[in-house]
């Protein structure tokens, strides 16, 4: 059985859309921020850091954005979130680190770096549909980061282009509807 700690529209929605997309049997166990539950002695037992994502694999606790997407990616094959060639692989783990390294952290410091940061997606992304030929678990990464802050960047529509019609096509797929869905349903409370 899975079990997904998360906060609606955290890092945790990544998990939640990768989760959707490969049709897994899952229960979500919402965490709240404002009501340090992620602090809790209990939820610490789980992760000892304290944070969202965590997925519980038969009990086994699994963390981190990355290594929850990439093992659903390879426990769920049939999914095809996860290109079979080992260099397009490395290419998928590539942008991951990119994401979880540069994009995530962009905003705190400051917009103007979160600019740049996202003009160096723009440039990656190359007017490519998917991050890396075919769609991945690096698109459900990315996505999730440019949701979360493309307000906040203060730019007007058409600055990234490229991402912006990334944004569009993730928006259309069913497991991105169903899980934005789900979260709003529960309440964001999402950290400054």
């Not at 912006?164 to 899980?179: F, G, K, L, N």
């Amino acid at each position: 059985m899975l079990r997904l700690y998360l906060s609606p529209g955290s890092s945790s929605m990544a998990a939640h859309i990768a989760l959707h997309e490969v049709g897994a049997a899952f229960e979500t166990v919402q965490l709240s921020f404002d009501r340090k539950e992620t602090q809790t002695p209990e939820f610490l037992a789980i992760n000892p850091a304290g944070k969202v994502p965590t997925l519980l694999v038969d009990g086994r606790p699994l963390t981190e954005v990355a290594g929850i997407l990439f093992y659903l990616a390879r426990r769920f094959p049939e999914a095809r979130l996860l290109p079979e060639g080992a260099e397009e692989q490395a290419h998928v783990v590539s942008w991951m680190s990119f994401c979880a390294s540069s994009v995530h952290p962009a905003r705190r410091l400051g917009t103007e770096h979160a600019v740049a940061v996202y003009r160096i997606v723009e440039e990656k992304l190359g007017g490519r549909e998917w991050c890396v030929g075919a769609y991945s678990i690096a698109d459900i990464h990315l996505f999730r980061l440019f949701w979360r802050f493309r307000n906040s960047l203060g730019q007007p529509a058409g600055t990234f282009p490229a991402l912006e019609a990334h944004y569009d096509r993730m928006m259309a797929r069913a497991a991105v509807q169903r899980t934005i869905e789900a979260e709003k349903a529960m309440g964001y409370e999402l950290p400054a």
